[in-house]
């Protein structure tokens, strides 16, 4: 079977902007009394989840109350940052052009929709998801790894999950295509300890994990070729 619809993560998945949208999310919080919290326990526990949902844990944990506009100081660092450290992920531009010959492609985040679109701007990758094919997560009430935003972009395209693949790099995106019904592979390749991390990409049920982008597209390309 040919996949009709390929849905991809935009942050650590096409954009290495992992350790720049953590380092905002550490810096905010902390400045906000947060100090407990420090970029190894980001890493380990932050992956794939909106700042919405990072300051509400850490309020109910800590008791913390945050700002109104602390969205936005994040949003600001990110852009701040953004200038140094955000840069596409090597071969992206392959899977997602391999990906783009054969079916409808969207980006499918859980970040803020500014910071998705700009960061496919910055990187180059804009061109391939125009704004309709990029879903966010303010989108819908429950992100991942609730499935609603991968089901979201299903209706739009009136797919069954059955015939959709997602391209995932955190646990809580492949947790949230598995219970969507999807297919779904793993991407290490921006995770500082690549075998701990695909292990649990595996656990979360990822079908096939990739430590590269090129890697993917070959096995992608090689697989197409063989489904009827």
């Known amino acids: 079977m040919r996949y009709s619809l390929i849905l991809f993560d935009c942050d650590g998945t096409l954009v290495d ?28 526990h932050f992956s794939g989840l909106r700042f919405s949902q990072i300051i509400g844990m850490i309020s109910e944990k800590d008791g913390i109350t945050f700002p109104e506009n602390a969205k936005y100081q994040f949003l600001d660092r990110v852009r701040e940052l953004a200038k140094t450290e955000m840069k596409p992920v090597e071969g992206a531009r392959d899977m997602v052009s391999a990906a783009e010959n054969d079916v409808t492609i969207y980006v499918v985040s859980n970040g803020e929709r500014t910071n998705v679109l700009m960061s496919l701007e910055f990187v180059g990758l804009k061109s391939f998801f125009p704004d309709e094919r990029v879903i966010s997560g303010a989108m819908t009430k429950n992100p991942k790894p609730a499935p609603d935003l991968f089901l979201m972009a299903c209706d739009k395209e009136k797919t ?12 809580a995106g492949v947790t949230a295509a598995r219970a969507g019904g999807m297919d779904v592979w793993g991407f290490c390749g921006t995770h500082h300890d690549k075998d701990t991390h695909a292990q649990h990409l595996k656990e979360a049920g990822a079908q096939h994990v990739f430590n590269t982008m090129h890697d993917m597209a070959l096995h992608y390309i090689k697989s197409s070729a ?3």
């Open 17 to 44: 902007s992992e350790y720049l949208n953590l380092k905002a999310i550490i810096d905010v919080i902390q400045r906000h009394g947060a100090k407990n919290y420090d970029m190894e326990y980001g890493m380990r």
């Open 226 to 228: 063989h489904k009827c």
């Open 160 to 171: 069954d999950p059955s015939d959709v693949l997602v391209i995932e790099d955190s646990v």
